[in-house]
């Protein structure tokens, strides 16, 4: 528990340090929030500029509008959105489940695909099937996910017709009952998560293949074979939770980015998710929810990390934390 | 004959696949019921890929190994673990970390066998080693205790021969000394049969009946204890049993 909570505030400084970055690179970045409201319009004064810069405290010196930031920060309030006047944070807080649901789904199919491929491979490791998934795998890899997502909707989504293409419901969606609301959201989910499985397989098999290669070469996988124990009960019984531990470090890193979102996803598809959200923030210069999503992939990348300790500590009994 | 291995062959090819190394070249001995056989040369003398063929964890080449009359290959799965156990120089890599010592001894016998826990008591008896152990993990244990319960485990098969593979080798004097005194008291025992490996020829003189020294992968010197001890012909014969010699001085 002392570990813990030593962790916990030793992360402080790093999220500060985050934060810090992140408001100096938005803040450097050219374009003010305010041109996209004024410069368009031939009418407005330089006054009115002025103005407008003032009610949103940007005529203030930068390290002024970060101390007031993080004051906002304190109480969890990230300062109201540029764009439409709403709390960046009920801004980010209506996207979540969109961007939980998409990613979550995501990283379960990821994880029940790559981890047997992984597996497999490692125990049929240099045969053909090994060297033709290895293969077909970095193609997955090396597929741009733009690219990929562009071709499923052409193909799946409109030669086909078989998925929606884009968004998370159908325009009668509030007409449906609970079932077909759930087969609905069902359906605009397939591609978005097939396409984020594909490029990510690779990563994780062959964490899974690397670690069971690891694991099936030591004394005890022998010794377990020498107990007359099929390759079955070797396999599941003993490698598989052993090669299992360091992917846990993977999976926990990957907590942030189930919040956090994907800009290209969400944006190719028109998912209504953080991912979407953020892109269009950047693009507006809309601080307040910029660094509202920044704060909090970074709170989650830093709870990531504990939750990661943490699940060490519940997969190998020999882990003790001081 | 317990074990009798003829012609045995085996080389390695380096990971470009162009240089073959010849780990046994042309390997003959054999072995009766309860004898007990050391196995001694300098490292690279193919100690360890004879004791791992003999274990079916490796292939071989050429030649041919049998056990009680039969070839290797002729055995079942199960059959094969009843006739043939291994011991592991590592004995920190010996038992699964992740499960409990209970657990991984309880493994080694049938399932549906009605008296475990009393047969593992009796094996952890012979390896003096207290009951009160098998809700721990091998991490909790020494070196050297992880090494008597890893023979209590290949036992717990009660196997006709039980393969180590340099059990003494990552373990202080204390322990050294402990497992050569059950190595000793399975010897007496007369169920199981010892092969081993050591570098340390005091401890196969102790325990072994017969001594198979190899060198580059051929047998240099095949015998029992009075043999190898009063045939000074062969010069590694000599330079081993003087270098011991002058250890112990």
């Known amino acids: ?322 | 004959m317990l074990i009798s291995v003829k012609n045995l062959t085996k080389n390695y090819k380096t990971e470009s696949g162009k240089v073959t190394v010849g780990a046994l070249k042309d390997v003959s001995f054999e072995i009766e019921k309860r004898k007990v056989l050391g196995i001694i040369g300098e490292s690279g003398s193919g100690k360890s890929t004879l004791v791992r063929i003999l274990s079916r964890l490796e292939n071989f080449d050429s030649g041919s190994v049998e056990i009680n009359g039969k070839d290797i290959y002729c055995f079942g799965k199960k059959e094969f673990s009843r006739t043939v156990q291994m011991i592991f120089q590592n004995p920190y890599a010996s038992f699964n970390p992740k499960l409990t010592v209970g657990y991984s001894l309880s493994e080694a016998l049938e399932k549906n066998c009605k008296n475990k826990k009393e047969l593992i008591m009796n094996k952890l008896a012979l390896v003096g080693i207290d009951e009160d152990i098998l809700d721990k993990y091998p991490h909790q244990f020494s070196g050297g205790q992880r090494q008597r319960l890893a023979i209590a485990r290949a036992l717990l098969k009660e196997p006709d021969i039980l393969i180590a593979d340099e059990p003494f080798a990552s373990l202080d004097a204390v322990s050294q000394s402990i497992i050569t005194d059950i190595f000793i008291r399975i010897k007496k025992d007369k169920k199981t049969n010892i092969v081993f490996i050591t570098h340390d020829i005091s401890s196969a003189f102790e325990i072994s009946d017969k001594i198979l020294i190899l060198k580059n992968g051929n047998i240099v010197k095949y015998g029992t204890i009075d043999d190898i001890k009063n045939d000074r012909t062969n010069d590694y014969v000599n330079e081993l049993i003087e270098a011991d010699y002058l250890l112990e001085q």
């Open chain 1, 1 to 322: 528990m002392r570990y813990f909570i030593k962790r916990i505030i030793s992360s402080i400084p790093i999220l500060l340090g985050i934060t810090l970055l992140t408001f100096a690179v938005m803040h450097i970045t050219p374009g003010k929030p305010t041109d996209i409201m004024t410069d368009m319009n031939m009418k407005v004064s330089a006054q009115a500029k002025d103005r407008l810069q003032k009610l949103y405290g940007l005529d203030k010196p930068l390290h002024i509008q970060y101390a007031q930031w993080l004051k906002r920060f304190v109480f969890f309030d990230f300062g109201t959105s540029f764009k439409d006047s709403r709390p960046a944070r009920d801004k980010i807080f209506e996207r979540l489940p969109a961007t939980i649901l998409l990613n979550f789904a995501a990283l379960f199919f990821t994880c029940i695909v790559a981890v047997p491929i992984g597996i497999y491979c490692a125990v049929k490791k240099d045969t053909f099937i090994d060297k033709g998934l290895t293969v077909i795998l970095f193609v997955c890899f090396s597929i741009p996910s733009f690219w990929l997502a562009l071709m499923f909707m052409i193909l799946f989504g409109l030669q086909l017709g078989l998925v929606p293409i884009s968004g998370l419901y159908s325009f009668n969606f509030d007409d449906m009952n609970i079932f077909m609301q759930i087969a609905d959201i069902s359906k605009h989910l397939v591609l978005p998560v097939a396409v984020s499985v594909i490029v990510s397989l690779a990563t994780l098999s062959r964490y899974a293949r690397s670690g069971m290669l690891e694991v099936l070469k030591q004394d005890y996988i022998k010794t377990a074979y020498a107990k007359g124990l099929s390759q079955k009960q070797v396999i599941f019984r003993h490698a598989l939770k052993n090669t299992l531990l360091p992917m846990i470090t993977i999976i926990g890193l990957s907590i942030p980015a189930l919040i956090g979102g994907s800009f290209i996803f969400e944006t190719i598809f028109s998912y209504p998710g953080i991912g979407r959200l953020g892109y269009e923030a950047v693009m507006s210069r809309d601080y307040p929810v910029v660094m509202g999503i920044a704060t909090l992939s970074a709170v989650l990348t830093l709870l990531g990390n504990i939750i990661a300790d943490l699940s060490y500590k519940i997969a190998d009994p020999r882990i003790k934390y001081r």
